[in-house]
């Protein structure tokens, strides 16, 4: 598709299940951010793929949170052990390149809700 | 570390307002900044950038203008439209590694 995609849109889970989110970006977009959007919160920074290159996993708020990147394409985050302050809007955005003057096209989100 | 503080919401205009966002960035060197729209039920998209001092942004009527003496990038739209009510959020990229700092989001509504 022309944009980023994500999956699934909504996902309602009982809390201490893992769920798992995907992100499609842009065809040819080397760098791929996950964000979350928790109510009344900004938007608050996950993780960053780039490339080949070793992820920036410094906005991660605990071990239970975890991405991968599977051939530079696709992304899966994974959140084991929700818990009811992981409820959120996950975001996931791609680039053409990593530099800071190439906008990030966002996907319209996954809406988690944890019981 | 690097921080983004926008104006609190919510804000409540008439149609044909004149509109200011305020905005304000730390940073420990040389970003750019940019202005991003969530429209009602859809995902955040760029409205405007700036990526150096005294660049000013625009677009769909909006400004911001990038101004490193008082580190601001206020947004301001001369005529507000219903169509623009939106939650409006500043934000700053730094460093290669371009992960986006954000403000904490204005929400703008225009009444008819």
């Known amino acids: 598709g022309a944009g980023v995609s994500q999956s699934p849109s909504n996902k309602v889970t009982e809390k201490g299940k893992d769920v798992e989110l995907r992100c499609d970006p842009i065809?040819?977009?080397?760098?791929l951010y996950w964000y979350r959007q928790s109510l009344g919160q900004g938007l608050e920074f996950l993780i960053y793929f780039q490339g080949n290159s070793a992820p920036d996993k410094s906005g991660l708020p605990s071990d239970r949170f975890s991405a991968e990147r599977t051939g530079g394409s696709v992304s899966t985050l994974t959140i084991q052990r929700t818990q009811q302050e992981d409820s959120a809007v996950y975001l996931c955005?791609?680039?053409?390149?990593?530099?800071?003057?190439?906008?990030?096209?966002f996907g319209d989100g996954t809406r988690l809700s944890i019981l | 570390g690097d921080s983004v503080t926008q104006m609190e919401g919510p804000v409540t205009l008439s149609e044909e307002a004149f509109l200011t966002i305020n905005c304000t960035y730390t940073?420990?060197?040389?970003?750019?900044l940019f202005w991003y729209v969530q429209y009602p039920g859809e995902g955040l998209q760029l409205l405007l950038k700036a990526t150096k001092a005294d660049d000013k942004g625009s677009n769909k009527g909006f400004e911001a203008t990038y101004r490193k003496e008082t580190t601001s990038f206020h947004l301001e739209k001369g005529s507000v439209q219903v169509s623009d009510s939106a939650v409006y959020f500043c934000a700053l990229t730094y460093s290669s590694a371009s992960k986006i700092i954000f403000g904490s989001g204005t929400r703008l509504s225009i009444r008819p």
């Open positions: 940073a420990t060197g040389y970003p750019s």
């Open positions: 955005a791609s680039s053409s390149t990593g530099n800071s003057n190439q906008p990030q096209h």
């Open positions: 065809s040819g977009h080397t760098a």
